[in-house]
């Protein structure tokens, strides 16, 4: 039923993008598992989000599926893909080369570089405002309340585009 929505990839596929989830492309770590940048043979860059293996993590996951798989907004993470092999369960997005705007706002070293100007910050806020606004508003197919909004889950594009990331806790509101 999911793959009428979101893209089944295969194990071996994202294994060989993630160089076998070698800890060098690792670029984060949630509470819902792992996330590698992974690089295929094309030059595309994706994030493939390794799940920990839970009952729970299970509900999120295809709470996620159905949530994202559904929603295109051009400040929503699409989720691009999904993997199940055995226990492991997998999640595939874009790449969102300037991270989460935790980092951008809470620099891990002092005199780091890693400041946002701004009008960047103006940017994303009003860019994370129009995302929530159609979550809560203008979905036509379910109303969404995503439920676990923070710093953390707002990933930043090349272009500073904010993008809202994990909705494993999300409630649909039909």
């Not at 800890?23 to 989000?49: C, D, F, H, R, T």
């Not at 051009?74 to 980092?103: A, H, K, W």
Request: with cysteine; aromatic share 10%.
């Amino acid at each position: 039923m999911l793959e009428k929505r979101v893209t089944r990839m295969s194990y071996a596929d994202l294994n060989d993008a993630t160089d076998n989830f070698s800890e060098n492309n690792v670029i984060g770590q949630g509470k819902m598992g792992m996330l590698y940048k992974a690089s295929l043979p094309n030059g595309y860059v994706l994030a493939v989000k390794k799940l920990h293996d839970s009952q729970f993590l299970e509900e999120q996951f295809i709470s996620e599926l159905k949530i994202l798989g559904s929603l295109r907004h051009i400040n929503v993470l699409p989720l691009l893909g999904f993997c199940v092999e055995s226990n492991q369960r997998f999640l595939v997005y874009n790449y969102m080369p300037n991270g989460n705007l935790y980092d951008w706002l809470h620099p891990m070293e002092e005199g780091q570089e890693k400041a946002m100007e701004w009008g960047v910050r103006v940017k994303v806020a009003v860019g994370l405002a129009r995302g929530l606004a159609w979550l809560h508003q203008n979905c036509h197919t379910v109303k969404i309340i995503h439920l676990d909004i923070s710093s953390k889950c707002i990933l930043l594009d090349q272009n500073f585009q904010p993008k809202l990331s994990n909705f494993g806790e999300a409630m649909l509101l039909h």
